[in-house]
């Protein structure tokens, strides 16, 4: 399994970025796949997550703010990041859960991609 994120960066409060994830050694179209985030100190947090058939999973920190999508034709999973605030300042992984039915446990990740959030 390989995970490869890009799209991180330097935004200022308000702004949006949009965080992409290249997926390949799995059949991507039947597993669910997703985004978490981890600050220093502390440990790896699901910000988001899609499953195989298209339904969501969000954090209560980002519900409203954040979209995620796949392409299953393409192997990407995104993840649109809008009214950034300070504290979604972390680096963000593309990872994929234990389970296939739940947003909980992590399976495998990506080496990630830092996203500033900072006037």
């Known amino acids: 399994v390989q995970l490869v994120e890009s799209g991180g960066g330097l935004v200022q409060p308000g702004g949006s970025l949009r965080l992409s994830c290249a997926a390949s050694g799995f059949t991507f179209s039947t597993y669910a796949v997703g985004w978490a985030r981890q600050v220093p100190g502390k440990g790896l947090e699901w910000v988001s997550g899609?499953?195989?058939?298209?339904?969501?999973y969000y954090a209560e920190s980002v519900k409203g703010r954040f979209t995620i999508s796949r392409d299953n034709a393409k192997n990407m999973v995104y993840l649109q990041m809008n009214s950034l605030k300070p504290e979604d300042t972390a680096v963000y992984y593309c990872?994929?859960?234990?389970?296939?039915?739940?947003?909980?446990?992590?399976?495998?990740w990506g080496q990630g991609t830092q996203v500033t959030v900072s006037s």
């Open positions: 899609i499953y195989g058939d298209g339904s969501t």
């Open positions: 990872a994929t859960p234990r389970d296939n039915w739940s947003f909980v446990d992590f399976g495998y």
